[in-house]
Nanobody, 118 residues
Framework: QVQLVESGGGLVQPGGSLRLSCAAS????????MGWYRQAPGKQRELIAG???????NYADSVKGRFTISRDNAKNTVYLQMNSLKPEDTAVYYC????????????WGQGTQVTVSS
């Protein structure tokens, strides 16, 4: 079992930046993929960024070029750098992970609120 704890959310003006962190309770090298989802009010949860053990990344079109996912294996932490934020980025952001030898997002954090508003 792995616990994931997100931090770094908050209120930011349009065009601003935030960096989210996801701290894992064990080595993230023991996880196949780590990613960030978000869920806006009245919408389905969507996968917006993922990074695998080799450091390969993927992004949803809605955030490509603005968001960057990265990992620090020594700190067992994954980050989401969010730049050029828009009001439509307002959502609860969740960290999630796929264990080794599995293909499902089995581990979830509690979520952190990001609000983009002037």
């Amino acid at each position: 079992q792995v616990q994931l704890v997100e931090s770094g959310g908050g209120l930011v003006q349009p065009g601003g930046s935030l960096r989210l962190s996801c701290a894992a309770s064990k080595s993230i090298n023991s996880l196949n993929i780590m990613g960030w989802y978000r869920q806006a009010p009245g919408k389905q949860r969507e996968l917006i960024a993922g990074i695998n053990r080799g450091g390969n990344t993927n992004y949803a079109d809605s955030v490509k070029g603005r968001f960057t996912i990265s990992r620090d294996n020594a700190k067992n932490t994954v980050y989401l750098q969010m730049n050029s934020l828009k009001p439509e980025d307002t959502a609860v952001y969740y960290c999630s992970a796929v264990p080794l030898l599995r293909s499902s997002w089995d581990y979830w954090g509690q979520g952190t609120q990001v609000t983009v508003s002037s």
